[in-house]
């Protein structure tokens, strides 16, 4: 599947945007890939070295990428478009790849596919969730309930080590 280029298709806008979220299929991956390293290279220069996100960002997306995008992602559809991703294990309640392309971002998508993802766990039955933020987007976890300040290492599934904070939320009955 090509990768659809968003930023020339979507005007930035300030309205909040019309979206759908559903469950992933393999034929999404590549969309993700490329939305997560335009949100990681849109927002976190200001908080680590370019040669980091390169390193994070860089190459295309493999068959392993594919199987957990089709086995464990969620995305976010605009005009039938993959416009954001994330993802829960619900046995643990471990939240990751959350990441909105930069075309999409401060028009709710990351805090309603966080939502929908709390509501998941809820359903589980699961008490509380936990996150690994980037340095920049600590303070976006926090205004959803999110609790944590300590700076600690975190090790990509590509093998980088770079700081982040671990995060937790604890859900009510």
């Not at 954001?84 to 939240?95: R, S, V």
Request: net charge neutral.
């Amino acid at each position: 599947m090509a990768a659809t280029n968003l930023t020339t298709m979507v005007p930035k806008s300030p309205e909040p945007a019309r979206f759908a979220i559903r469950k992933a299929v393999r034929a999404d991956a590549d969309a993700a890939w490329d939305i997560r390293r335009a949100a990681v290279m849109s927002e976190c220069p200001s908080a680590y070295p370019l040669d980091q996100l390169e390193q994070w960002t860089g190459g295309t997306a493999s068959r392993a990428f594919a199987d957990a995008v089709e086995e464990r992602f969620l995305v976010a559809t605009v005009d039938e478009h993959v416009a954001g991703t994330g993802m829960i294990d619900l046995t643990t309640g471990k939240i990751d790849a959350i990441f909105v392309h930069p075309a999409y971002m401060k028009r709710g998508i990351g805090a309603a596919m966080m939502r929908h993802l709390e509501t998941l766990a809820r359903s589980q039955g699961l008490r509380e969730l936990k996150l690994d933020s980037t340095l920049n987007a600590a303070s976006f976890y926090r205004s959803l309930g999110f609790e944590g300040d300590e700076i600690a290492p975190y090790r990509s599934p590509r093998g980088l080590t770079m700081d982040c904070v671990p995060m937790t939320k604890r859900l009510s009955g």
